[in-house]
């Protein structure tokens, strides 16, 4: 396991923005029942994590998509940590919401984005895949160029995963379940007998019912 997806799963268990509950699930807006239940906003309340999460955002980038020349939040989870990290690049940020505003100049995309630019794609969380690859298509159809999205967390479906590469959007996450799971572990948030409900549960989220 990587050190970035190691020290990220440990901070996001130590303020609870990551919570496992194998025997008592919770249920997800989706209506899906889960053992973990992700809420990186809570990342923001905590400076030191804040930066952490920041920084490291900001090196990905800079390794992997050095002609980056705009970033984009998907809303709202991703806008606050993708102003943090525009600003320590020095390039301009814009975000991306979830449906056209009902007023005004029912805007899609908030911010100034000329055709052409490229564009990193700044998320919080990836469960499904779909809201953040709505983001990517909008972008596109505005005229600009996707180089890529870089998430906090990914739970790492394999449904997700397909859904990415049939888009040919490249995803890195800085964190993940089973580092999440890796860490719980070691340091006994979790127990060995849990891993199995644990790992049966991604297999088919959508399906998985708790015995």
């Not at 268990?13 to 496992?20: D, M």
């Not at 249920?27 to 030191?48: E, F, H, M, Q």
């Not at 980056?68 to 998907?74: C, L, R, S, T, W």
């Not at 052409?116 to 596109?140: H, M, P």
Request: aromatic residues 8%; positive net charge.
């Amino acid at each position: 396991m990587k050190l970035i997806e190691k020290n990220i799963a440990e901070r996001l268990l130590k303020i609870k923005a990551v919570k496992l509950q194998p025997n008592n699930p919770f249920v997800w807006a989706s209506g899906w029942k889960s053992p973990i239940y992700c809420d990186n906003r809570k990342t923001l309340s905590y400076p030191a994590i804040r930066t952490y999460i920041k920084n490291a955002l900001v090196h990905c980038i800079m390794d992997l998509y050095p002609e980056a020349e705009v970033i984009a939040g998907v809303a709202t989870g991703a806008i606050a940590q993708g102003v943090l990290v525009a600003d320590e690049l020095g390039l301009p940020f814009i975000y991306v919401r979830s449906s056209p505003k009902d007023h005004g100049l029912e805007n899609l995309i908030e911010g100034d984005l000329r055709p052409k630019q490229k564009v990193v794609v700044i998320e919080d969380l990836i469960s499904t895949g779909g809201s953040s690859l709505k983001a990517v298509e909008a972008i596109r159809k505005d005229g600009s160029d996707v180089l890529g999205m870089v998430a906090i967390f990914s739970y790492g479906f394999t449904s997700a995963e397909e859904k990415f590469k049939n888009a040919k959007v490249k995803l890195s996450a800085l964190s993940n379940y089973d580092a999440v799971l890796t860490e719980a572990l070691a340091t006994s948030y979790i127990q060995e007998k849990d891993m199995e409900t644990l790992r049966e549960w991604r297999k088919n989220p959508s399906a998985w019912k708790k015995d």
